[in-house]
């Protein structure tokens, strides 16, 4: 059964990070359609329904792929997981039944009308479309979220007579305090997706001098929105995210922050690799005393190291948690650093000509991907070894007819499609920013001072 578990662990893991790849770029595009239609509105412009009607190309490409990379996942809770179904279903299908019914219907039925429907709406109802595209997008982001915070730190329910675990109070599921901070993390980490993409194919046109009056426009908006983004997810959400785990998962911060043994006054890892046959962590860099403030908020808190817990308890990748969490704060920091600085240089009005900056800002775009992934990864295998925290151990919730032979042989099967996807995927993704906002338009004299004035 070992094996088994290993490979279905597998197998989400790989269909789940795929599939996010697509989310996390449509809800931060999502919060950016809205802000280039409110300035369509308000200035009467239609340069920004051009700019409008680029990114949503953009955004209907990422949309049906993460549809077609989506449906398999609700799948597999009954493929690859049913014991799980089978025991929590009655909590998790309220949330996974209110994403499909309420917010994705929302989201794909305003979609079409934005896409499609732009003459017949006029210029109100097209904003109010790409409105509610946002809004659905982002209450089908919140119905996820819930689900996946229940399983870290589960509330609102009760057991049945049969063992099945049954659900006491819909509220405590859909507002759970989990929920709500990890909710705020994550919507923001998809915002900064949309920022960096938005800022780097500004940036590409810019570099090659094409498109300019987009380009400026692509980066101010994403610089902009994408500098606040970049804090408030250090702050109040990343901090507040991390005190959750500090007081409810207490071993899972330990094997964060490679720390095998308890201390006062607890440093802070920046680098080093973690031994956990040693129990210690090798060539560390680390703050002193920072971690206990962080945590507590006091410099000689106590902090449990992994030897406080009984083994049975760690996590079971603690290397591989331990680097997916140095890599999202690292990179975290990275983006603060970057936008801070393009935002000043905006400010200063030489973002424009500012070549190396550009470059940055281009070369970034892969970044928040890779982000995100080592976040979601962090809180998944921070987890473990629990499927739902404290009531569930990831053992005992697959589906125990399906041998690892036949979850090998579709991962394998996903593994081929999902290939031939990413190709297509960046094959229309390129098109679109080679054909550009505009198609067949470059600014001449009118246009430049309609740019200058921009």
Request: hydrophobic content about 50%; glycine content about 10%.
């Amino acid at each position: 059964m070992g094996q088994a578990v290993d490979v279905h662990r597998l197998h989400f893991a790989f269909t789940i990070t795929f599939h996010y790849i697509f989310p996390q770029l449509t809800m931060g595009l999502a919060l950016l359609l809205v802000y280039l239609k409110t300035k369509a509105l308000r200035t009467g412009d239609e340069h920004y329904n051009r700019a409008a009607r680029f990114w949503a190309r953009i955004f209907g490409i990422n949309f049906a792929l993460g549809v077609v990379t989506g449906i398999p996942m609700e799948f597999q809770f009954g493929t690859n997981w049913a014991a799980f179904s089978k025991t929590a279903g009655g909590v998790i299908g309220q949330t996974l039944a209110m994403e499909g019914v309420f917010s994705f219907f929302l989201e794909s039925s305003f979609l079409g009308l934005f896409l499609f429907g732009e003459k017949k709406l006029g210029r109100m109802g097209h904003w109010a479309s790409a409105f509610l595209v946002f809004l659905g997008s982002w209450l089908s982001g919140y119905f996820i979220v819930a689900t996946d915070a229940w399983m870290q730190h589960p509330t609102g329910y009760r057991f049945g007579a049969n063992g099945a675990i049954e659900l006491s109070s819909f509220w405590d599921l859909l507002l759970n305090k989990w929920a709500l901070w990890q909710y705020a993390h994550t919507m923001l980490g998809a915002v900064q997706t949309g920022c960096f993409v938005m800022a780097g194919v500004g940036a590409f046109y810019l570099l090659t001098k094409r498109d300019e009056i987009y380009g400026r426009t692509f980066l101010r908006a994403g610089v902009w929105v994408g500098t606040v983004a970049a804090i408030l997810q250090l702050f109040p959400t990343g901090d507040m995210q991390g005190k959750l785990v500090a007081y409810n998962q207490q071993p899972t911060l330990a094997a964060m922050e490679g720390l095998f043994e308890s201390q006062e006054g607890a440093p802070l890892a920046i680098l080093g690799q973690p031994d956990v046959e040693k129990r210690k962590l090798d060539n560390p860099l680390e703050v002193p005393m920072m971690l206990s403030f962080l945590t507590y908020r006091q410099w000689r808190a106590n902090v449990k190291g992994l030897s406080d817990f009984p083994q049975t308890e760690w996590p079971d990748q603690i290397p591989l948690l331990y680097y997916s969490y140095h890599v999202m704060v690292g990179l975290g920091t990275i983006f603060i650093s970057v936008m801070v600085l393009a935002s000043l240089l905006l400010w200063r009005g030489k973002l424009y000509d500012s070549r190396w900056m550009l470059w940055t800002l281009m070369m970034s775009v892969p970044l928040p991907y890779i982000a995100n992934t080592a976040g979601w990864m962090t809180a998944e295998l921070g987890r473990q070894p629990w499927l739902i925290y404290g009531l569930m151990r990831t053992a005992s919730g697959v589906s125990p007819r399906v041998a690892a032979g036949n979850a090998w042989f579709t991962l394998i099967g996903f593994m081929g499609m999902y290939t031939v996807l990413a190709i297509l995927w960046l094959f229309l993704i390129y098109r679109e920013v080679e054909l550009g906002p505009d198609p067949g338009s470059r600014p001449t004299g009118e246009d430049a001072i309609v740019l200058a004035a921009d």
